[in-house]
């Protein structure tokens, strides 16, 4: 037996040619609207944040053998089994010459006895022999108290190393030394910042007030706790060649432009304790300028931290002089994003700390500083006290000191 075929209607084909035009027209729609998509997304310009400003972020012959001897003096201090309260950094002094503008480090480096302070001082002859023939490390000995390393590139003095081994060095305070770590140049990567909210630690969040994700990021920080500052984009040298982005504070603007200006910028990333600038390093050197800003802050109980982005800058002595509260930058923790120099930024900001009470760290959102902190992060919470930056302001100064002996 066999069935015999049914014989197609009209309208039969009618709908099977009417399915093969829907398909059709389907595909062909897919078709155009990704090659649109591929056409815009190619057309979308690409939002990339405004470069930060530091003196130390200028590439030079003598900042690059700086990184070098930071890198040897970071292996042979820190690879061994020292205890790491037992090492200091003194304040950074600035020096120029020869055209070059840098900062001199000082460590001091407490040892157990003349033996131990010679086997350091061997360790640091080793690592930065092999660097260049220019790096010249000359060693002196203070009889019966310390031997010091004189480190030279260039001609210039750049680091000072001192291995104390008979009057020990002391903290001139009680208590743990406190730290304050702020993330600056937030707006412009939602996820990395996100990625540092996670973070349990108490770090401060300086956020750009013009920027794609600058919304996103207050209310999450705010949904957490977590502490808000304004970063407050102002004038460069060179400008407008170094742009420092969109809501700029300038020097061309009078008093209401820059009331103004500061006004909406605060609006916008609500919930702000402080302040600190974003490049700025022309701004902060105009008295005129600075003390407009200054005085709005403190009609708003606000504080301020000088970023320190030039040597000449004004802002730190007149917030002071005004009683606002303030504080200035002392280490920047990633201009270089190699993870050993992140690191010994890291143990220069815990060094200062331990020498004089309180420090303040400032950094970037990139993973690669996201991954020191986390390796850092048990040590922190057992060796200093990591606070906000309006706590730190706010306390530094009325800690209890002791007199060094």
């Known amino acids: 037996m066999f069935t015999r075929k049914r014989k197609r209607s009209r309208g039969d084909i009618w709908l099977n040619q009417k399915g093969i035009?829907?398909?059709y027209a389907l595909f062909s729609g897919s078709l155009i609207s990704l090659g649109l998509g591929l056409c815009l997304s190619h057309l979308k310009p690409q939002i990339s944040p405004p470069p930060y400003e530091e003196a130390s972020v200028?590439?030079?012959?003598?900042?690059?053998?700086?990184?070098?001897?930071?890198?040897?003096?970071?292996?042979?201090?820190?690879?061994?089994?020292?205890?790491?309260k037992g090492v200091f950094f003194t304040e950074v002094e600035p020096e120029s010459k020869q055209g070059y503008d840098w900062n001199l480090t000082e460590l001091l480096i407490n040892v157990p006895d003349r033996h131990a302070a010679l086997r350091l001082e061997k360790r640091i002859n080793a690592q930065l022999k092999p660097l260049s023939p220019e790096i010249i490390c000359k060693t002196g000995e203070v009889k019966g108290r310390e031997i010091v390393c004189r480190v030279s590139t260039l001609g210039l003095n750049t680091h000072r190393v001192r291995l104390i081994y008979d009057k020990h060095e002391e903290t001139p305070y009680e208590g743990l030394p406190r730290i304050a770590l702020i993330i600056d140049d937030l707006g412009y990567d939602r996820d990395m910042a996100i990625s540092f909210l996670q973070l349990d630690l108490p770090l401060t969040f300086s956020v750009l007030p013009i920027a794609p994700h600058t919304e996103t990021i207050v209310q999450e920080a705010n949904m957490r706790g977590r502490e808000l500052m304004l970063h407050l984009p102002m004038e460069p040298k060179n400008y407008p060649s170094s742009n420092p982005g969109p809501g700029a504070l300038l020097t061309n603007m009078d008093e209401a432009e820059i009331r103004r200006t500061l006004e909406a910028h605060l609006s916008r990333v609500e919930g702000s304790r402080g302040v600190n600038h974003h490049m700025g390093s022309y701004f902060t050197e105009r008295k005129d300028k600075m003390g407009i800003v200054l005085r709005e802050l403190k009609k708003r109980n606000l504080f301020y931290i000088d970023s320190r982005t030039t040597k000449e800058t004004v802002a730190l002595e007149m917030a002071k002089k005004m009683g606002l509260p303030s504080a200035r930058r002392h280490v920047?923790?990633?201009n270089d994003l190699s993870p050993k120099r992140i690191r010994f930024q890291m143990e220069r900001l815990l060094g200062m700390a331990r020498r004089s009470g309180a420090a303040v760290g400032i950094a970037h959102p990139?993973?690669?500083t996201l991954q020191v902190l986390k390796e850092y992060q048990h040590r922190l919470e057992k060796n200093v006290m990591v606070i906000p930056a309006s706590e730190l302001v706010s306390s530094h100064g009325d800690r209890k000191w002791v007199k060094v002996k």
Do not use: T
């Open 21 to 23: 035009v829907h398909v």
């Open 58 to 84: 200028i590439e030079s012959d003598l900042n690059r053998a700086i990184r070098q001897i930071d890198n040897a003096i970071y292996d042979a201090v820190y690879q061994g089994e020292r205890a790491e």
């Open 332 to 334: 920047f923790l990633d």
């Open 366 to 368: 990139h993973k690669e």
